[in-house]
């Protein structure tokens, strides 16, 4: 019969030597009265320490002649990785990293794209006025203008003229795959979108880049 209690099997060998604290030796006894699977180890115990102790001593070689026999233990070289593994991993490791990148941003930007437009958050200015205001979220209404000479940046690119002063302007860009369309050369339109500047050398304008949303007044 198996017993767990290895608290007082681990004792066992001094209870046989008489080395056991009384305390050790009072709870091995209490529990040796109800429990036949320590009682038969203990006896197993007994036996194998009687018949250790019938055997001839032999006596041992000296420290020195035994370790003269003992070949001496090499080094043990650490493995090392071939280079060749450690760039294939390395390419993996990038690979799978830009592939976890351009996941999050497909997905985020597949989700903004399919998300309720909400206008709460945007303000209306003018054309004359976005160069000046802080809240990027605009609502700006103008006329609809060719980009000709240095404004030609495609078909998703339009340019929108405050009505009431020529000189006044904002580059309006419409992202790739969105169902909105550059409205027609001098339509009134209203724009939603996100004001910034665009200061790279062959701009130097303010723009509404993303257009969000877009409404032809005339």
Same mark, same amino acid.
């Given at each position: 019969m198996f017993c767990p209690r290895i608290d007082l099997h681990r004792h066992f060998p001094q209870y046989l030597d008489g080395a056991a604290a009384p305390r =050790?030796? $009072?709870r091995i006894e209490r529990h040796l009265l109800d429990c036949s699977g320590c009682r038969a180890r203990l006896v197993r115990l007994r036996e194998a320490k009687r *018949? *250790?102790?019938a055997l001839p001593a032999a006596d041992a070689p000296p &420290?020195?002649?035994?370790?003269?026999r003992t070949p001496a233990r090499h080094p043990r070289r650490p493995w090392i990785m071939p280079r060749m593994v450690t760039h294939f991993a390395a390419d993996a490791l990038v690979a799978v990293a830009l592939f976890a990148i351009f996941t999050l941003l497909y997905t985020h930007t597949a989700s903004a794209r399919t998300r309720p437009f909400d206008a709460a958050s945007f303000r209306p200015v003018s054309v004359a006025q976005v160069a000046a205001t802080e809240d990027p979220h605009v609502i700006? =209404?103008?006329v609809v203008s060719q980009l000709d000479g240095d404004?030609? $940046?495609?078909?998703?690119? &339009?340019?929108?003229?405050d009505p009431n002063d020529g000189r006044s302007f904002v580059v309006c860009e419409?992202?790739?795959g969105d169902p909105l369309s550059p409205p027609k050369p001098g339509s009134l339109v209203r724009v939603w979108g996100v004001s910034r500047y665009d200061a790279s050398p062959n701009h130097r304008w303010f723009e509404i880049h993303p257009v969000l949303k877009m409404e032809v007044v005339r």
């Open positions: =050790s030796v $009072e *018949l *250790l102790g &420290f020195d002649r035994l370790m003269a700006v =209404s103008g404004f030609r $940046e495609g078909s998703h690119r &339009f340019r929108l003229v419409i992202l790739d």
